[in-house]
């Protein structure tokens, strides 16, 4: 019998998955039609085990190629990165990586997408409940059978969402997850995606260009220098889930984070 999610949710607190981050002197570059283009300078940057982080930064500045370096799909030229004091160096399993895009198989149901890591894994037999949990917690239990196309955006990245955390993440990295989605089903997401951290407890990342956003999502925000990205400055957001964006606290956050990025209010 499926479970429901949730049974989801009380696996992942029975395991209380979850990783420290820590990025060690971090610069990257890379190499273009035999120059060199540097990208990040001597990152220096701890995250705490369940802890929600934001980047922010201007355009190009290297945000999105740190992610790929914390998730393991590329590595540093120099410095290291660890998870819980283990070097990343490769691609793993509780490091999963979301897009801006879905990235679904046109080709596959939501359900078989959703159960593409499990697959992968040769755990699918034993462990199919998890699919049904995980479309349940993003709110597509109904929509399992059908094909991305039938899918509108907001309903593409939940699918996405879902793929992400049947896998039990420790550390979920999210590239500009809700940048393409109109603004009511961002704002809608952005409500299920702070309750989702909440319940599961993994560590999490986002990269956004928004800055109400990371206000509204994170503890913490890091805000980066045009490239080589350098960090500029950082700010702690103490103030209690759920969040409103007429609270005075973080208007007057992003008005000072605004001007750490250059854009007088």
Known sequence: MAASAAALRAVRQEGAKSVAVEIRGVSHAFDLAGSRLPVLESINLSVAAGEFVALLGPSG???????????????PSVGSITADGSLIDRPDPSRILVFQDPTLFPWAKVWNNV?????????LGEERWRVDAALELVGLSAFAGAYPHQLSGGMAQRAALARALVNDPALLLLDEPLGKLDSLTRLTLQVELVALWRRAGFTAILVTHDVEEALL???RVIVLTERPAR???????????????DDPGLIALRRRILETLGHAT
């Open 115 to 123: 159960a593409t890591g499990l697959d992968a894994r040769h755990v």
């Open 217 to 219: 999502l994170t503890s």
């Open 231 to 245: 960090i500029k400055a950082e700010f702690h957001v103490e103030r209690p889930y759920p969040r409103h964006r």
């Open 61 to 75: 500045c290297g945000k999105s190629t740190l992610l790929r370096l914390v998730s393991g799909l590329d590595q």
